[in-house]
């Protein structure tokens, strides 16, 4: 890397310089969904988190790949598609596809892999073997448990001790109690239940694996052990990550990863965003209203290991923000070269900026402190250009800038809506008053492919141009009907 970064590692407690495996290349996995329902503007904060440090990185120099799982074998995928009277890989597999089109519609690529779990089977069951090899699991009536006792470090990520804990503590059913050793062990792999329609072959018998030792095996089998950065929210620290750190290294001897990195929560109030409270906004319905860029900025606007309160107030704020720096944009588009160029070289006061936003975000990607910085250029930009002064090199910095944190949508100069646009605009909005999600869905797609997003307001569709992918589906946004 050109400069040192700094990232707050939560198995240390502390800021830790990141030292890459590879002087050259950096390696992250980041914990994705269990595709169960829709996500919600909860899950998307580790998705945008991770996918703006990978670009953050490369800028730094970095050859960076992420991965992030997409768990499609869980118990909530059997309950839910139970619910449904939908066999189970169905439920997994449309919940999938809406995950990536709802994440598409975001514009910020995708992780370079995405693993399901349901397609590392052979590494899971190795990685068990692995353990009971090693005297740290046990079969038990065709499940296998981790043997928690049998690994002394176990409570270190959480700061947990082991006489402290409660057996409700690991998330584990009751009913399972009396298949285990200890009330503390944790499901390896779980026999095959009758209500159950998926289920793998093992050597202790048909079944499927248990929620931790999935994510183990996807990112061993992808990134190898001891990568750079193990990534997701905060509610993962225990018993998720914890328990992925005692099995990998119970197992293979070695760490899992270098630094663990951990967004804080989306709140709805007091209480974090989750399917299981109900207080959810999906995704895809606060993209119809808001659009991508300004929830990219809401997220931008709170430090990432922080709790996040979702309110309209908080993605007002950021819409006025974003036209901040539309606005000095304008200007810059409207300024004479001799302005915007000066005599070619870089303004100090653009400089300085430039380099102060950088530095916030190589302090543990700090991007409010960053955003400060942003605005300051902005700010000092708008007092230049009315002045008739110069400002050499605004434009490069603040494209270099946005570029990094996915918003280089705001350079885009403006364009009038084509008459075509406003067309399908009308049908689309016609399909909906009449409940044809399905055209509605494809109305959608055709206007993303001509560049454009809707957004449902109160005041009625608004179509804006916008650099991002197709658009997420109609039927499985409440706000749609």
């Given at each position: 890397m050109a400069l040192s970064t700094r990232i707050h590692d939560s198995l240390t407690n502390s800021l830790r310089e990141l030292e890459p495996r590879d002087p050259v290349k950096a390696a992250i996995y980041a914990c994705g969904p269990t595709v169960y329902a829709r996500i919600h503007v909860g899950n998307a904060r580790p998705y945008v988190i991770f996918a703006l440090v990978k670009r953050f990185l490369e800028h730094e120099g970095l050859d960076v790949t992420l991965v992030e799982n997409i768990t499609d074998v869980n118990d909530k995928i059997y309950e839910r598609a139970r619910e449904q009277g939908t066999p189970s890989d169905e439920l997994a597999r449309d919940m999938t596809a809406a995950y990536k089109r709802d994440t598409d519609r975001l514009g910020l690529g995708r992780p370079d892999r995405e693993?399901?779990?349901?397609?590392?089977?052979?590494?899971?069951?190795?990685?068990?073997?692995a353990l009971i090899d090693r005297g740290h699991a046990y079969v038990s009536a065709g499940d296998v448990y981790f043997s928690v006792r049998s690994f002394p470090e176990y409570g270190k990520l959480s700061n947990r001790r082991l006489e402290d804990m409660a057996p409700k503590d690991t998330g584990e059913p009751p009913e399972e109690d009396a298949l285990k050793r200890d009330p503390l062990d944790f499901a390896?792999?779980?026999?095959?239940?009758?209500?159950?329609d998926t289920a793998w072959e093992a050597p202790w018998g048909r079944g499927r694996p248990g929620w931790h030792i999935e994510c183990s095996a996807m990112a061993e089998s992808i990134l190898g052990l001891d990568f750079d950065i193990h990534g997701g929210g905060s509610d993962l620290v225990f018993p998720h990550h914890e328990n992925e750190i005692a099995q990998t290294e119970a197992g293979r001897g070695r760490p899992l990863a270098r630094i663990w990195m951990h967004n804080g929560m989306v709140q709805f109030g007091v209480e974090k965003m989750a399917k299981s409270v109900g207080n959810i906004r999906l995704l895809s319905d606060a993209l119809d209203e808001f659009g991508r860029d300004v929830l990219i900025m809401y997220f931008l606007a709170g430090h990432y290991r922080q709790p996040l309160a979702f309110s309209e107030e908080r993605l007002e704020q950021a819409e006025r923000s974003l036209e901040r720096i539309v606005n000095f944009r304008r200007l810059l588009d409207q300024a004479p070269q001799e302005?915007?160029?000066?005599?070619?070289?870089?303004?100090?006061?653009?400089?300085?900026?430039?380099?102060?936003?950088?530095?916030?975000?190589r302090d543990d990607f700090n991007t409010p402190r960053a955003l400060a910085e942003l605005y300051d250029l902005v700010n000092e930009g708008n007092r230049r250009l009315e002045a008739g002064q110069p400002y050499a090199g605004a434009h490069e910095a603040l494209a270099e800038m946005l570029a990094v944190v996915g918003l280089e949508g705001l350079l885009a100069p403006e364009e009038p809506v084509d008459e075509e646009a406003e067309r399908l605009a009308g049908e689309r909005e016609r399909a909906r008053e009449a409940r044809d999600f399905a055209?509605?869905?494809?109305?959608?797609?055709?206007?993303?492919?001509?560049?454009?997003e809707v957004r449902d307001t109160a005041e009625g569709p608004v179509l804006v141009r916008t650099g991002g992918a197709a658009g997420a589906g109609e039927a499985g946004s409440p706000s749609s009907r």
């Open positions: 693993p399901l779990a349901s397609e590392t089977i052979g590494a899971i069951i190795e990685l068990i073997q390896l792999w779980k026999a095959q239940k009758e209500d159950e302005v915007v160029q000066g005599d070619g070289l870089l303004d100090a006061a653009v400089r300085e900026r430039r380099d102060a936003f950088f530095d916030a975000l055209r509605a869905d494809e109305l959608r797609r055709e206007l993303a492919e001509r560049g454009y």
